[in-house]
């Protein structure tokens, strides 16, 4: 094992929609049309889609199936990225929850 960690977009023998920008917490970036929002932050380095209590959770299943993927995503809470293709100049934001005492 090389000992590198992340997510990596596939190069070989994969055909891409056109590349589009959407923008993530304010900041811009690439995607490509066809891409899930969730697939598009992780192969840009972005792994955290919520926090809880301060504590970051990224995506776990990528099916639709767990809910660890929830993002606001123009202005709309609560939106499973993994399942959601990401549009030309889409707005992603984080999501903070806090747990209720």
């Given at each position: ?72 995503v123009n202005g709309v ?25």
């Open positions: 094992m090389s000992g590198e960690t992340g997510a990596k977009r596939l190069n070989s023998g994969i055909r891409r929609g056109e590349q589009i920008e959407f923008y993530f917490d304010g900041q811009p970036l690439k995607a490509f049309k066809g891409e899930t929002i969730a697939a598009a932050l992780m192969a840009s380095g972005h792994m955290v889609a919520r926090t809880i209590d301060s504590q970051p959770l990224g995506v776990y299943c990528n099916i639709g199936v767990c809910h660890s993927c929830l993002m606001t809470k609560s939106v499973r990225t993994c399942r959601t293709q990401v549009t030309e100049g889409c707005k992603v934001e984080t999501q903070h929850f806090e747990r209720t005492r």
